[in-house]
């Protein structure tokens, strides 16, 4: 029983090229959440999608990012153009539906650095 | 958007109780309160929930005051693995995400 799968673990891009990160949840999980990390500082929510839906991207910047979970296969984080403020892990959690006594279960993140 | 408040270090020796103590005095009637640690920049590692009762599982106890305003994870015999840093998070209004502050480092002394 595989858990969250995001891949890849490290990913270095130059200013200005696009970064994809990916995650496949929990099997039988069609909730995904994304959450970002900065040097030395907590986690925080970027985007809350179920399957073929966006529900919740009140945590995402306005510009360069977007998600996706399509139907079939993993869920896309995208992040267009990136610039060093960029560079962080992202971390990526399923849940088997939606809810307050609901736990989420993290994957190992990508952490993505900018040069 | 946090809603906790963790003292941000803590020590324990090994083999004792670790009580790591949280509060969330605007918590309202409905929202849960979560445990995850995060152990080296890994992911985070659920580790227990509740309400308002007190709950136990393998990994740790909550204790949850009864007016909900605070609470503490004890972890009850803490190993050098335990070192981690915990955040105590309560759930956003649709319960749909969550909202880590900065959390308390844990250092296991052995």
């Known amino acids: 029983n595989a858990g969250v799968m995001q891949n890849p673990r490290h990913l270095v891009r130059r200013r200005g090229q696009e970064a994809r990160l990916r995650c496949s949840p929990m099997?039988?999980?069609?909730?995904v959440y994304w959450y970002r990390q900065l040097p030395e500082e907590g986690l925080k929510f970027m985007v809350y999608?179920?399957?073929?839906?966006?529900?919740?991207e009140s945590g995402m910047p306005k510009e360069r990012f977007s998600a996706e979970f399509p139907k079939e296969g993993p869920s896309i984080l995208r992040i267009q153009q990136v610039v060093r403020g960029d560079s962080a892990a992202y971390f990526c959690?399923?849940?088997?539906?939606?809810?307050?006594?609901?736990?989420?279960?993290f994957g190992q993140g990508t952490r993505l650095t900018v040069v | 958007d946090a809603k906790t408040t963790q003292p941000p270090s803590m020590d324990c020796a090994e083999g004792r109780a670790a009580n790591l103590p949280c509060n969330h005095s605007?918590?309202?009637?409905?929202?849960?309160v979560y445990w995850y640690r995060q152990i080296h920049s890994q992911g985070p590692q659920y580790i227990i929930h509740?309400?308002?009762n007190n709950e136990t599982n393998e990994m740790a106890s909550l204790i949850i005051t009864e007016d909900r305003k605070s609470s503490t994870l004890i972890l009850p015999h803490a190993t050098l693995r335990d070192t981690a840093v915990y955040y105590c998070?309560?759930?956003?209004?649709?319960?749909?995400?969550?909202?880590f502050g900065t959390g308390t480092s844990l250092t296991v002394i052995p």
């Open positions: 999608l179920q399957k073929e839906n966006i529900i919740d």
């Open positions: 605007t918590i309202s009637g409905n929202e849960y």
């Open positions: 998070i309560v759930q956003g209004n649709t319960g749909n995400q969550f909202y």
């Open positions: 959690a399923s849940s088997p539906r939606q809810g307050r006594h609901t736990e989420a279960f």
């Open positions: 509740g309400l308002k």
């Open positions: 099997k039988g999980h069609s909730h």
